[in-house]
T-cell receptor, first 113, second 116 residues
Framework: KNQVEQSPQSLIILEGKNCTLQ??????????LRWYKQDTGRGPVSLTI?????NTKSNGRYTATLDADTKQSSLHITASQLSDSASYIC????????????FGTGTRLTVIP | GAGVSQSPRYKVAKRGQDVALRCDPI?????LFWYQQALGQGPEFLTY????????KSGLPSDRFFAERPEGSVSTLKIQRTQQEDSAVYLC??????????????FGPGTRLLVL
């Protein structure tokens, strides 16, 4: 079973609208959680990183939240732009000493004019 | 360079052929990672280097996969006797410090491998 689950699998929204992407994980204990944006044909680019003690982190129009108790994170995108069309991947790092990063399968966001 | 670069960007191989994928990390980055990303999936860890030392190769799917980073900078992922299930995007990432669970990894554009 994948230890990082994302929803929805895909999403289509109108330009200018807001949206929220979800990430549930079972990785425990964990060190930090990241959201990456991956444009088609490119490598992922880091948007936010949060440790287990942080519950929100913003990067421009992107705001990530984390609830370490329920093991849930969300990425909220405000006033979407056409350039936001991409896959958004949630990545969980196990605690110190472990080597594997756990990637979600991503949410494919399409912003239409 | 400004970022992580990979070559070739696209590779078509006949089943049974050997391939070599190259990664040039960001200059000065200590850590280097290889990932395999199947279509519609998230990347899956293959192997990790700290300088020239391969500290973790637990994600390599078989002994046909081999990676090296002999001088602690450029890395090569080699796949011998390619199979159709090897078709995927191979991503390389680098980070500045060795504690990879804490540092942001910077990804290259990937090499898309298609095995016919």
């Amino acid at each position: 079973k994948n230890q990082v689950e994302q929803s929805p699998q895909s999403l289509i929204i109108l330009e200018g609208k807001n949206c929220t992407l979800q990430c549930n994980y079972t990785v425990s204990p964990f060190s930090n959680l990241r959201w990456y944006k991956q444009d088609t044909g490119r490598g992922p680019v880091s948007l936010t990183i949060m440790t287990f003690s942080e519950n929100t982190k913003s990067n421009g129009r992107y705001t990530a939240t984390l609830d370490a108790d329920t093991k849930q994170s969300s990425l909220h995108i405000t006033a979407s732009q056409l350039s936001d069309s991409a896959s958004y991947i949630c990545v969980v790092s196990p605690q110190t000493g472990a080597n594997n990063l756990f990637f979600g399968t991503g949410t494919r966001l399409t912003v239409i004019p | 360079g400004a970022g992580v670069s990979q070559s070739p960007r696209y590779k078509v191989a006949k089943r049974g052929q050997d391939v070599a994928l190259r990664c040039d990390p960001i200059s000065g980055h200590v850590s280097l990672f290889w990932y395999q990303q199947a279509l519609g999936q998230g990347p899956e860890f293959l192997t990790y280097f700290q300088n020239e030392a391969q500290l973790d190769k637990s994600g390599l799917p078989s002994d046909r996969f081999f990676a090296e980073r002999p001088e602690g900078s450029v890395s090569t992922l080699k796949i011998q006797r390619t199979q159709q299930e090897d078709s995927a995007v191979y991503l390389c990432a680098s980070s500045f410090v060795g504690k990879r669970h804490q540092e942001t990894q910077y990804f290259g554009p990937g090499t898309r491998l298609l095995v016919l």
